[in-house]
């Protein structure tokens, strides 16, 4: 199975601040990799699909790069309604995983 | 619009069983495969299984392999999760998610399910 390595596990940050999450897989996943964000009480919202690109209505502040076993989510600005935790999720081969997920907080 | 409405949860002893509904709508549900995927308490999204188009092919995460079945009524547009010899580990919401193209992504509300005695 693939295993994903998602640091940090949570940080403090300001409105305005840029900020970077990393996941790591344990062998090549391609792009074959999604970007989520989920709100308490809330399902997740897709973000990023095949590692760097916009799902459709999600603010260009957000941005996702990588491939292979390296791959990054990066918002720009942080907004107040971007405090959530964020997932990465590979669909290269089954069982498809999450990382451990990253909560954004306000600092 | 899509919707997808996940039923069935509930309160059960451990080693009992549960099943689940999603019930989909507004999308072509008998041309995409179907996932569950939950999330503990607390803790981190966890994928359980996927059922192809047409019911052909099922795939589960390890913890859940030989207890749990995927399966979907594609007349009446419904996914659904069997659940059996449940285990307190198992307490979570369990969310029926799809992803018929690259550029879309849908997902349930999540029902509730507690393994309790």
């Known amino acids: 199975d693939i295993q994903m390595t998602q640091s940090p596990s949570s940080l403090s940050a300001s409105v305005g601040d840029r900020v970077t999450i990393t996941c790591r897989a344990s062998?090549?996943?391609?792009?074959?990799l999604g970007w989520y964000q989920q709100k308490p009480g809330k399902a997740p919202k897709r973000l990023i699909y095949?590692?760097?690109y916009l799902h459709t209505g999600v603010p260009s502040r957000f941005s996702g790069t990588g491939s292979g076993t390296e791959f990054t989510l990066t918002i720009s600005s942080l907004q107040p309604e971007d405090f959530a935790t964020y997932y990465c999720?590979?669909?290269?081969?089954?069982?498809?995983?999450f990382g451990q997920g990253t909560k954004v907080e306000i600092k | 619009q899509v919707q997808l409405v996940a039923s069935g949860g509930g309160v059960v002893q451990p080693g009992r069983s549960l099943r689940l509904s999603c019930a989909a709508s507004g999308f072509s549900f008998s041309s995409y495969p179907m996932h569950w995927v939950r999330q503990a308490p607390g803790k981190g999204l966890d994928w359980v299984a996927v059922?192809?188009?047409?019911?052909?092919?099922?795939y589960y995460t390890d913890s859940v392999k030989g207890r749990f079945t995927i399966s979907r009524d594609n007349s009446r547009n419904t996914l659904y999760l069997q659940m059996n010899r449940l285990r307190v580990e198992d307490t979570a919401v369990y969310y029926c998610?799809?992803?018929?193209?690259?550029?879309?992504?849908?997902w349930g509300q999540g029902t509730l399910v507690t393994v309790s005695s």
């Open positions: 999720l590979q669909h290269n081969s089954y069982p498809w995983t």
């Open positions: 095949a590692a760097s």
């Open positions: 998610a799809t992803s018929p193209t690259a550029t879309t992504d849908y």
């Open positions: 062998q090549g996943i391609r792009n074959d």
């Open positions: 059922i192809s188009y047409d019911g052909s092919n099922q």
